[in-house]
């Protein structure tokens, strides 16, 4: 039997907010935020070791002015409909609450050459703070939904997760749900955030990866799940885990693990996590301008129950 090939820890350095994802052509294309928050990078490899070297391509780069012209911030990239989206946020100045959300659409063959479209703002249900848009297809009833962080006026602090269906990659309708909110003592310390959603279907059920508390060493992750067979929409369906499922790890010195996706070992038998974390834990200054994040991968383990087992991070891949 071959052995497991294993991940270079940390893959990419100074990559917050990572998303790898694997194409049906075999490629693995990835995205983060960069350093400087100004603009949006894709790599492109045969394989997740390769994307530590792979040319950074930069597809769009921030505006001069306006609502996309500062602290353009965790992308991520879709292939739907024949057709690449990225996904990111963006700010008209330097005050974070200036964030909403926007989408670029790129029809070539390879998301590192073409053109890039901007199909502008999702408009949510109402206007605020907004950020960490993603989207996926629910297996059951093929409709497409998008989950994101959002500021909501009579809720105590930064961000709550919401999920709506989609009209097309770019449009929500109907009904926002609220999914959950920052209100367990991990998720409330430095500031009360639930951002970052990732989802995974499988094995009958949805898990969604959240990230909770502030971007140092208190960031940490949390857990929502559902039945595959459930209404998204409905907020009862979905089960949230009470204690982080990721944390610091100070032994294997990861500090605030978080802002995750999923994605498959090469011969697609088995799930990756993908995460950012510091290797310390002091930090100068705002830990937002803390270049330090890196990107990081380690293999995603399930219970005889179903539960999704994430171990520690730095735990072995």
Same mark, same amino acid.
């Given at each position: 039997m071959n052995e497991k090939k294993t991940y270079k820890d940390p893959l990419i350095l100074q990559r917050a907010d990572p998303w790898i994802y694997r194409h049906t052509d075999g490629f693995y294309y990835f995205t983060a935020s960069v350093p400087e928050y100004d603009g949006i990078e894709i790599r492109k490899a045969e394989n997740i070791n390769a994307l530590r070297d792979a040319k950074p391509h930069m597809v769009w780069r921030k505006h001069g002015e306006g609502p996309q012209s500062h602290l353009i911030w965790a992308p991520e990239i879709h292939h739907?409909?024949?057709?690449?989206?990225?996904?990111?946020?963006?700010?008209?100045?330097?005050?974070?609450?200036?964030?909403?959300?926007?989408?670029?659409?790129?029809?070539?063959?390879?998301? +590192? =050459? @073409?053109?890039?479209?901007?199909?502008?703002?999702?408009? =949510?249900?109402?206007?605020?703070?907004?950020?960490?848009?993603?989207?996926?297809?629910?297996?059951? +009833?093929?409709?497409?939904?998008?989950?994101?962080?959002?500021?909501?006026? @009579?809720?105590?602090?930064?961000?709550?997760?919401?999920?709506?269906?989609?009209?097309?990659?770019? =449009?929500?309708? @109907?009904?926002?749900?609220?999914? =959950?909110?920052?209100?367990?003592?991990?998720? +409330?310390?430095?500031?009360?955030?639930?951002? @970052?959603?990732?989802?995974?279907?499988k094995n009958g059920k949805i898990y969604l990866t959240y990230s909770a508390s502030a971007t140092d060493h208190n960031y940490c992750m949390g857990l929502l799940t559902a039945e595959a067979d459930c209404d998204p929409l409905d907020s009862r369906a979905w089960k949230k885990s009470q204690e982080p499922v990721f944390e610091t790890s100070k032994e294997n010195s990861q500090y605030g693990p978080g802002h995750s996706c999923f994605t498959v070992v090469e011969e697609g038998d088995e799930d990756l996590l993908v995460y950012h974390a510091r290797s310390y834990r002091e930090i100068e200054g705002d830990p937002l301008y803390d270049p330090n994040r890196h990107t990081r991968v380690q293999r995603i383990r399930f219970g005889e129950d179903g539960r999704m087992l994430l171990g520690k991070p730095g735990s072995g891949n």
């Open positions: 739907i409909d024949g057709k690449w989206y990225v996904y990111y946020a963006a700010g008209a100045s330097c005050n974070v609450l200036d964030h909403r959300m926007f989408v670029i659409e790129n029809d070539a063959e390879d998301p +590192t =050459t @073409g053109v890039w479209l901007e199909k502008g703002q999702i408009r =949510t249900n109402w206007d605020s703070f907004a950020l960490d848009a993603t989207t996926f297809l629910h297996g059951r +009833t093929r409709q497409r939904y998008l989950v994101w962080a959002q500021q909501e006026s @009579g809720i105590e602090g930064n961000s709550n997760l919401y999920i709506a269906k989609m009209k097309n990659p770019w =449009t929500i309708e @109907g009904e926002q749900v609220m999914l =959950t909110k920052p209100e367990l003592p991990w998720e +409330t310390i430095g500031f009360l955030v639930n951002e @970052g959603p990732a989802v995974l279907e």
